[in-house]
């Protein structure tokens, strides 16, 4: 069998490449044997955070899928938000999936009581439909509302606090629903405060690629 070609698409542009590549940099240890390329959304430096940016991304995010599925054998929309995926679904002949569908997946095998880090005021609604037999305690850090206020030291302080939060509220386990936590490793940040385990969605959806193509 033919090595599968698979697409990572980021939904933020104007990063320098290593923080384009950084996602495919992750997923390349665990999918082994697999081609795997990037292209992001043209026209989005702040990602997606918002309905406003939210509504920008969606007619890119068919557009790109659309012209690039020839190419590919599977497809992954690096965001947590899982933003476009259900028309994807319907329109493109390959497999679909999100980061954040499969950050649920993952993060549910650790308990009923999941604590939840985003940069946007409300849960990404993928989390409430596919965890919605769970008990979901959801922070946004105070001051983190886009995806480079990460990279700050404020932001990883706050997220620091915003974690903390969540397991003196009695979470199992930490998922973190947006891929820009994936980008600065959020999980290793967090390590020397909690012992919970920490969901990085990137690497979720590498684990279910790796079960998709049995590599």
């Known amino acids: 069998m033919s090595a599968p070609r698979i697409g990572i698409m980021r939904v933020v542009s104007g990063l320098d490449e290593p923080l384009e590549l950084a996602h495919q940099q992750l997923l390349t240890p665990l999918l082994k044997g697999a081609k795997l390329a990037t292209r992001a959304l043209p026209n989005q430096p702040e990602g997606i955070h918002d309905a406003r940016t939210l509504a920008l991304a969606l007619p890119k995010i068919a557009e790109l899928g659309e012209k690039w599925q020839a190419q590919l054998d599977f497809l992954l929309v690096s965001c947590a938000a899982d933003p476009g995926i259900k028309a994807l679904r319907q329109s493109l002949k390959i ?3 999100g980061a954040g569908e ?3 997946k993952i993060a549910r095998q650790y308990g009923q009581v999941i604590g939840v880090l985003g940069i946007e005021a409300q849960l990404p609604e993928v989390f409430n439909e596919q ?4 008990t979901l305690i959801y922070r946004q850090p105070d001051g983190v509302n886009c995806t480079h206020d990460i990279r700050t030291q404020k932001g ?7 974690a903390l939060a969540c397991e003196q509220a009695g ?7 947006c891929t820009g936590m994936a980008t600065t490793d959020v999980a290793s940040l967090l390590a020397p405060y909690t012992s919970l385990p920490v969901i990085n969605p990137v690497l979720a959806a590498g684990e279910l690629i790796s079960q998709h193509f049995d590599l």
């Open 171 to 177: 979470a199992k386990v930490i998922a973190l629903a």
């Open 131 to 134: 965890l919605s037999d769970c």
């Open 95 to 97: 497999p679909v999936l």
């Open 102 to 104: 499969s950050c649920c």
């Open 156 to 162: 990883q302080n706050a997220i620091i606090e915003a």
